[in-house]
């Protein structure tokens, strides 16, 4: 398994405002992923994090409002962009060891409110 | 059709009970397949893993898979009230989806003691 930081855990914001989650793992991985999971919904990927290259986005978002760095193996932030109440969500880092088996690990999630 | 179709919930089984979770996918292409558990307020965390047809068992929990009929289940023996989760079915393909997971909606299960 991999063991996944991500923080804040949760925050309120101010629509028009941004904020940057982060994404920690205790080891190399080849890949991370970001997901949205709005409330009762079921996880909705955002993008794939590359290191080393622009993240590969989903159809629905773009780099403007979602904007996402992969400086090494190890670490991955997403920022939410000029927010609004429907940005309020729970967003997942998510990361798999390698191409081979594809099992994810999760961090704990970012609980984001914005008013 | 949705890529990942789970049978819709919510699921109510008796403790001790058996649950059975089902779940059917599109891409022909799916090589990994994987069941997750997620508690309410929680990430999810992954309980079994699928990659050839058959099944697999591991303790209280079986997963069966068949591809010809693009269908993936989970059995839960024996159900505790601890099992009341959310569990979601995860489709993978390395050579579509470069190692993306898909994931169904989710069943939401609830064990009465």
């Known amino acids: 398994s991999a063991v996944i930081s991500q923080k804040p855990s949760r925050d309120i914001c101010q629509r028009g405002t941004s904020l940057t989650i982060q994404c920690q793992v205790d080891s190399q991985v080849t890949m991370m992923f970001w997901y949205r999971q709005q409330p009762g919904q079921s996880l909705t990927l955002i993008a794939t994090a590359n290191q080393g290259s622009e993240a590969t986005y989903e159809s629905g978002f773009v780099i403007d409002k979602f904007p996402i760095s992969r400086p090494n193996l190890t670490f991955s932030t997403l920022t939410v962009s000029n927010m609004s109440p429907e940005d309020s969500s729970i967003y997942l880092c998510?990361?798999?060891?390698?191409?081979?088996?594809?099992?994810?690990?999760f961090g704990q999630g970012t609980r984001l409110t914005v008013v | 059709q949705k890529e990942v179709e789970q049978n819709s919930g919510p699921l109510s089984v008796p403790e001790g009970a058996i649950a059975s979770l089902n779940c059917t996918y599109s891409d022909r292409g799916s090589q990994s397949f994987f069941w997750y558990r997620q508690y309410s307020g929680k990430s999810p965390e992954l309980i079994m893993s699928i990659y050839s047809n058959g099944d697999k068992e591991d303790g209280r929990f079986t997963a069966q898979l068949n591809k010809a009929s693009q269908y993936v289940s989970l059995l839960i023996r024996d159900s505790q009230p601890s099992d009341s989760a959310t569990y979601l079915c995860?489709?993978?393909?390395?050579?579509?989806?470069?190692?993306?997971?898909?994931f169904g909606d989710g069943t939401t299960l609830t064990v009465k003691p």
């Open positions: 998510s990361v798999n060891r390698d191409m081979a088996n594809t099992e994810a690990f």
């Open positions: 995860a489709v993978n393909s390395i050579t579509t989806n470069a190692g993306k997971s898909t």
